[in-house]
């Protein structure tokens, strides 16, 4: 999907309301979360490149509570990214 702002996922279907941005830059595909109750984590925290990811993975799979590879997709990143949203 597309809007305004760029091309999105949702990382909890079941939650409309969270939508997850995905681009690319310099060939690496870049993510960044936009929650509509939640404004602080659009305007708090940037771009995210997957590589971050993939590094923070090791510590929350310590920890169990959330899956980052849920959330931050590569597969449909690059889909969405290569059909233009």
């Not at 969270?18 to 830059?25: L, T």
């Not at 979360?33 to 590589?51: A, F, I």
């Not at 993939?54 to 059909?83: M, N, S, T």
């Amino acid at each position: 999907m597309k809007d305004k702002i760029g091309i999105y996922y949702y990382p909890v279907p079941e939650n409309k309301r969270v939508r997850m941005y995905v681009r690319e830059k310099n060939e690496d595909v870049e993510f960044r979360m936009k929650n509509e109750d939640d404004p602080s984590v659009w305007n708090d925290h940037g771009w995210v490149p997957y590589d971050a990811i993939q590094q923070a993975q090791v510590l929350y799979e310590k920890r169990g509570r959330f899956d980052p590879r849920r959330a931050y997709d590569i597969q449909i990143a690059k889909v969405l990214i290569r059909d233009g949203g």
